[in-house]
């Protein structure tokens, strides 16, 4: 894992991309290897870094994940750096979370332009904490039903957050001129 904040490039390149993923106890590692494999993947491709990331947790502790592993993220979520992008990664309870050093990390950043994503259930608490507008939710097999009571309806201009197994979609809070994944048609 390259542990740097938004850095410099290198001449005559576009400085890298800075990855922060935040996890929280239970997530799958799946989910949380489906975010930095590609990363470096690209990195070893480009024969350059193109990309940075890091793991932030809720503490600077140990974080376990939902088959029993743990991981040690560098920083907890109160002293993470300025970051490019924000993945949050948790597992089921992601709709129980609350977390407000992490909510006010992810403000932090996106004030200053990140975008803001998902894997796993993770979308579910960035929506509980107003980051996002009301989630698309793809069938799962582990989704109790009626995951979408409580979430803020007020959030008309959030672009919504696609929770699909795996699956990541980046964005800024506000909508993008031309932006369509398909199935977010209004």
């Given at each position: 894992?390259?542990?740097?904040?938004?850095?410099?490039?290198?001449?005559?390149?576009?400085?890298?991309?800075?990855?922060?993923?935040?996890?929280?106890p239970g997530f799958p590692t799946m989910a949380f290897s489906s975010v930095i494999e590609p990363?470096?993947?690209?990195?070893?491709?480009?024969?350059?870094?193109?990309?940075?990331?890091?793991?932030?947790?809720?503490?600077?502790?140990?974080?376990?994940?939902?088959?029993?592993?743990?991981?040690?993220?560098?920083?907890?979520?109160?002293?993470?750096?300025?970051?490019?992008?924000?993945?949050?990664?948790s597992g089921g309870d992601a709709d129980h979370v609350v977390a407000e050093h992490a909510v006010?990390?992810?403000?932090?950043?996106?004030?200053?332009?990140?975008?803001?994503?998902?894997?796993?259930?993770?979308?579910?608490?960035?929506?509980?904490?107003?980051?996002?507008?009301?989630?698309?939710?793809?069938?799962?097999?582990?989704?109790?039903?009626?995951?979408?009571?409580?979430?803020?309806?007020?959030?008309?201009?959030?672009?919504p957050l696609c929770h699909r197994p795996q699956a990541l979609h980046l964005g800024r809070r506000?909508?993008?001129?031309?932006?369509?994944?398909?199935?977010?048609?209004?």
């Amino acid at each position: 894992m390259i542990q740097a904040p938004r850095g410099r490039a290198q001449q005559g390149t576009a400085p890298p991309i800075t990855f922060a993923v935040l996890v929280f106890p239970g997530f799958p590692t799946m989910a949380f290897s489906s975010v930095i494999e590609p990363l470096r993947a690209a990195n070893i491709l480009a024969r350059r870094e193109c990309y940075r990331w890091i793991a932030v947790g809720l503490s600077g502790g140990k974080v376990p994940a939902s088959n029993g592993f743990t991981i040690e993220p560098v920083l907890g979520a109160r002293e993470a750096p300025l970051v490019d992008r924000i993945v949050a990664c948790s597992g089921g309870d992601a709709d129980h979370v609350v977390a407000e050093h992490a909510v006010a990390w992810i403000r932090r950043n996106l004030r200053t332009g990140a975008w803001i994503g998902a894997v796993a259930d993770a979308a579910f608490f960035l929506a509980r904490a107003g980051r996002v507008g009301r989630p698309c939710l793809h069938p799962a097999l582990d989704q109790p039903a009626g995951l979408h009571r409580g979430l803020p309806r007020d959030r008309a201009a959030a672009r919504p957050l696609c929770h699909r197994p795996q699956a990541l979609h980046l964005g800024r809070r506000r909508r993008q001129p031309g932006y369509d994944a398909g199935h977010h048609r209004r």
